[in-house]
């Protein structure tokens, strides 16, 4: 099993829409959670972090956490075309442990 | 500029070459790691680095991937002897500790293996 599982997609919305991207992870003893956004030929960049159970929200962003079903989303209002790119997750499990990637989910915005 | 800086931004060598890349991390970050990707995956990881100790290195890394972080500051990557499924973009990230975990990453460096 992976440690870090996206659908790899790609996810097809029209403009407008609301995108829901999702992430599930192996440790249960996780503590930190990111999204991070890549364009084509870019490094990636970080859009949103999470801490604790819940939503968290940035703009047209929101994070959502479930640590009891080990579960992490990204959910994104009023999709843009600019907002086509691969967005990645990512998982640290705290203490020494190093942040570990899934390997992304690519969403295409329709005009 | 205070992000992660990285050098070169792109490297190509013919096989069997020795490459070393450099890595400036974020002032205050103690911590940098060090990542490969390929077209179409996730980052995979390297290794990475609390100040100037090694934490961890990938199960995955053959023997003739070396980096350091002499001083705890700038890092290199080395790669020796290389082939061409090292051809990849290599990036680093650099974060805080606990409570300031987030990672930012720099441009990367594209290796081609000829």
């Known amino acids: 099993q992976k440690e870090v599982e996206q659908n790899s997609g790609p996810l097809s919305v029209p403009e407008g829409a609301i995108a829901s991207l999702n992430c599930t992870y192996s440790?249960?003893?996780?503590?930190?959670f990111f999204w991070y956004r890549q364009y084509s030929g870019k490094s990636p960049e970080l859009i949103m972090f999470?801490?604790?159970?819940g939503d968290k929200e940035d703009g047209r962003f929101t994070a959502q956490l479930n640590k009891a079903s080990q579960y992490v989303s990204l959910l994104i209002r009023d999709s843009q075309p600019s907002d086509s790119a691969t967005y990645l997750c990512a998982v640290n499990a705290g203490g020494y442990q190093k942040v570990t990637f899934g390997t992304g989910t690519k969403l295409q915005v329709i005009p | 500029d205070t992000g992660v800086s990285q050098n070169p931004r792109h490297k190509i060598t013919k096989r069997g070459q020795n490459v070393t890349f450099r890595c400036d991390p974020i002032s205050e970050h103690n911590r940098l790691y060090w990542y490969r990707q390929t077209l179409g995956q996730g980052p995979e990881f390297l290794t990475y680095f609390q100040n100037e100790a090694q934490l961890e290195k990938s199960r995955l890394l053959s023997d003739r991937f070396s980096a350091e972080r002499p001083k705890g500051s700038f890092s290199t990557l080395e790669i020796q002897r290389t082939e061409q499924g090292d051809s990849a973009m290599y990036l680093c990230?650099?974060?805080?500790?606990?409570?300031?975990?987030?990672?930012?990453f720099g441009q990367g460096t594209r290796l081609t293996v000829v």
């Open positions: 440790d249960r003893g996780s503590q930190s």
């Open positions: 990230a650099s974060s805080g500790e606990v409570g300031n975990t987030e990672a930012f």
């Open positions: 999470i801490y604790s159970n």
